[in-house]
């Protein structure tokens, strides 16, 4: 299910659109004001933000540009009564993907919003993702938000089998054998390596006596 973080202080507007998204089985989060959307960007991941501009606080291009500038490059549409070009170039300065203006029609924003989504799902194809965190399959690389994280080969090579595994549980005896390359590995020298991924913010949870599982739940 994708998750649509909804930034409206119009409760009416909110209500419809909210009770719009959820029917087409999106899962919605809605805050009034900029402060309450920045800080659940930092508790959740998104797959698209649904943005007012004028809202209490930090409104939606401060937002946008705050979010852009940390590396968050979460697809974002405003939906915004300001209809001068001046706004709209703003909008877009600041990174927005699409700009629809009040009123709407709901239909088209629908489409614009799953045309988003669908592309962005299509762009990470050979990607993993979880919370800040994505792996690049094909490259074998890790970034957290748009940096890239090094990482030496023992490390590399069981974060690349939890990411490929995402909320399964890996038996230890499974990744002692998989990073066993002619010298045996010791239960202690893979909680060392757990430990460090764990260090650089990975949700690795231990299921005691039996393994590791990267997931959020």
């Given at each position: 299910?994708?998750?649509?973080?909804?930034?409206?202080?119009?409760?009416?507007?909110?209500?419809?659109?909210?009770?719009?998204?959820?029917?087409?089985?999106?899962?919605?989060?809605?805050?009034?004001?900029?402060?309450?959307?920045?800080?659940?960007?930092?508790?959740?991941?998104?797959?698209?933000?649904?943005?007012?501009?004028?809202?209490?606080?930090?409104?939606?291009?401060?937002?946008?540009?705050?979010?852009?500038?940390?590396?968050?490059?979460?697809p974002a549409i405003f939906i915004t009564a300001l209809s001068d070009v001046a706004s709209l170039s703003q909008g877009f300065d600041v990174g927005a993907d699409d700009y629809i203006k009040k009123p709407f029609?709901?239909?088209?924003?629908?489409?614009?919003?799953?045309?988003?989504?669908?592309?962005?799902?299509?762009?990470y194809a050979n990607e993993i993702k979880i919370d800040r965190f994505r792996f690049v399959i094909e490259k074998d690389e890790l970034y957290k938000d748009a940096d890239f994280i090094p990482l030496p080969p023992y490390e590399l090579h069981i974060t690349r089998l939890l990411f490929q595994n995402l909320n399964k549980t890996l038996l230890k005896e499974y990744l002692l054998e998989a990073l066993s390359s002619g010298k045996e590995m010791s239960e202690g020298a893979l909680r060392v390596h757990i430990n460090k991924l764990r260090n650089i913010g990975l949700p690795i949870t231990t299921i005691k006596g039996i393994g590791y599982r990267l997931g959020t739940s």
């Open positions: 299910m994708s998750k649509i973080l909804l930034l409206e202080d119009d409760d009416v507007l909110s209500e419809t659109l909210i009770e719009l998204l959820e029917s087409e089985n999106f899962e919605v989060v809605h805050v009034n004001d900029g402060e309450k959307a920045l800080d659940a960007t930092f508790v959740k991941h998104f797959d698209l933000l649904l943005l007012d501009v004028n809202v209490p606080f930090l409104n939606g291009f401060e937002l946008l540009s705050e979010l852009r500038h940390s590396g968050d490059m979460t029609d709901f239909n088209e924003l629908l489409i614009r919003i799953k045309a988003l989504i669908k592309k962005r799902y299509h762009t």
